[in-house]
């Protein structure tokens, strides 16, 4: 049953985390820059410090109590998820969504899997759980890669814009950055131990985590918007009626924030390996989310039949991927 509330609660979280972005399509009378501020002003500070200060008794107590290189370790690793999530949407950018998309999640999937279990776990990774681990990361290599190649062919071979070399390496380093979201859960491991000592319960732990690690994220995220809004000289969208809009942008706050809460318990109920074998389920799921959601609001009408073909065949493919990590967790 605890297997089963692990996987269970990790792919809920990739559900909130594939359909986060989908309130940018109702903002219509915003810019992307206004949208990601508020997002990341919500998201990122006001409602992970809220649901800390909620959920963990004596909170300052905990960060006091812990290490202060358990500490560092989660504000630099936030730090550089942060820089990561612009680079994901500079890379998105200039290489298109199809060939972008596929090169940082082929990237951030295997990275934020081995890198936590070759320093943590060492001695699983030639176990049968660590072979099955690699069995089904390599088949989400294979779901990411056909759903990559379904959305070129739905879009076209349009040559990447900006410069295919320059997007290449944006994509790089966006793949690089990114999974160091899950280095600062799998590497705060004190921060969850002071704060169930401290009276939290197993599901509210992680919110020792995410304060820190998120409002090292704001910075890039909440810099770059504001570089925009400089640049373009929307500020002054904030100045009109905008009631719809402050609540979409702000739902993609809660929608992120709360795919890391969810993600966070899953992995604790995983046991020593949740960071591990959680990180390719959430990944997982937040593709499926992101495709079947892109099925629903239509981007997939008048798709060639062979890019169809592919992206059901990813799916099913990263359905697979989710049942062989499932099984080598219980093993």
Known sequence: MELLYGVAAVLVGGVFNGSFVAPLKKLTRWEWENSWLVYSVTGLIVIPWLAAWWTVPRLLDVFAATSPEVVGRVLWFGLGWGIGSVLFGLGVARMGLAIGYGLILGLIAPIGTFYPLAILHPDQIWTRRGFTLMIGTLIVLGGIFLCAKAARLREGSSVPRGGFLTGLVICFFAGIFSPMLNFSFAFGGELQERALANGATLNAASNAIWPLCLTAGFL???GYAAYLLTRRGTWKVFRGPARREWAWASSMGLLCFGSFVVYGAGANALGELGPVVGWPLFMSMSLITSNVL??????????????VRLSVYGILLLIVAITVISLGGQS
């Open 294 to 307: 892109g099925w629903i609001s239509g981007e997939w009408r008048g798709a060639p039949s062979q890019a």
């Open 220 to 222: 890039p995220n909440a």
